[in-house]
Antibody
Framework: QVQLVESGGGLVKPGGSLRLSCAAS????????MSWLRQAPGKEPEWVSY????????NYADSVKGRFTISRDNAKNTLYLQMNRLRVEDTAVYYC?????????WGQGTLVTVSS | DIQMTQSPSTLAASVGDRVTITCRAS??????LAWYQQKPGKAPKLLIN???ILESGVPSRFSGGGSGTEFTLTISSLQPDDFATYYC?????????FGQGTKVEIQ
């Protein structure tokens, strides 16, 4: 069965950096677009970024463009999100998802807290 | 950008009630509309895609309808497991935009 396991969240000061990882199993990782989504406390989920199967295409929400970088290692079945220049408003649970758009499969999420 | 607006924000109901949640899009989204259920501390769970197609394992008391800019999620007879927050989502092949959510509470 499809399994997605995020890691790398934690507490970081404004302006700091974090790298999230998502380990995928149970499907042909190299054949699928992958996405990152996030959900701030008490808010709806928000799409953050996607990457194509071969890393040829990436896209970002305006709120993170220029600060976050999505990447993947198909040999390791792992998705990444490098987050730089973090802001208080980036505080959220971050989820990885298989595919872009419609999200049938989600990880359990990893909490990122940006606070001084 | 297309905006998704749900109503109501909160809904108090009893077991056995028929419940309807509405989702409106700021422009026509054809049939690219999904519904998710989320319980505290858990990831959202996809219930319905393409307006009315139930995901495997989703009880038949859930149904979706609508077209264009106005869509509904109906629970025909609310069960204890259904108390949760529900989100609509407009999606394309790459990205998705969620509504602000409707929390279904016990009356």
């Amino acid at each position: 069965q499809v399994q997605l396991v995020e890691s790398g969240g934690g507490l970081v000061k404004p302006g700091g950096s974090l790298r999230l990882s998502c380990a995928a199993s149970g499907f042909g990782f190299r054949d699928y677009y992958m996405s990152w989504l996030r959900q701030a406390p008490g808010k709806e989920p928000e799409w953050v970024s996607y990457i194509s199967a071969t890393s040829s295409y990436t896209n970002y929400a305006d709120s993170v463009k220029g600060r976050f970088t999505i990447s993947r290692d198909n040999a390791k079945n792992t998705l990444y999100l490098q987050m730089n220049r973090l802001r208080v408003e980036d505080t959220a649970v971050y989820y990885c998802g298989r595919d872009g758009g419609l999200q049938r499969y989600w990880g359990q999420g990893t909490l990122v807290t940006v606070s001084s | 950008d297309i905006q998704m607006t749900q109503s109501p924000s909160t809904l108090a109901a009893s077991v056995g009630d028929r419940v309807t949640i509405t989702c409106r899009a700021s422009q026509s989204i054809r049939s690219f509309l999904a519904w998710y259920q989320q319980k505290p501390g858990k990831a959202p769970k996809l219930l319905i895609n393409r307006v009315s197609i139930l995901e495997s394992g989703v009880p038949s008391r859930f149904s979706g309808g609508g077209s264009g800019t106005e869509f509904t999620l109906t629970i025909s007879s609310l069960q204890p497991d259904d108390f949760a927050t529900y989100y609509c989502q407009h999606y394309d092949n790459y990205v998705g935009t969620f509504g602000q959510g409707t929390k279904v509470e016990i009356q």
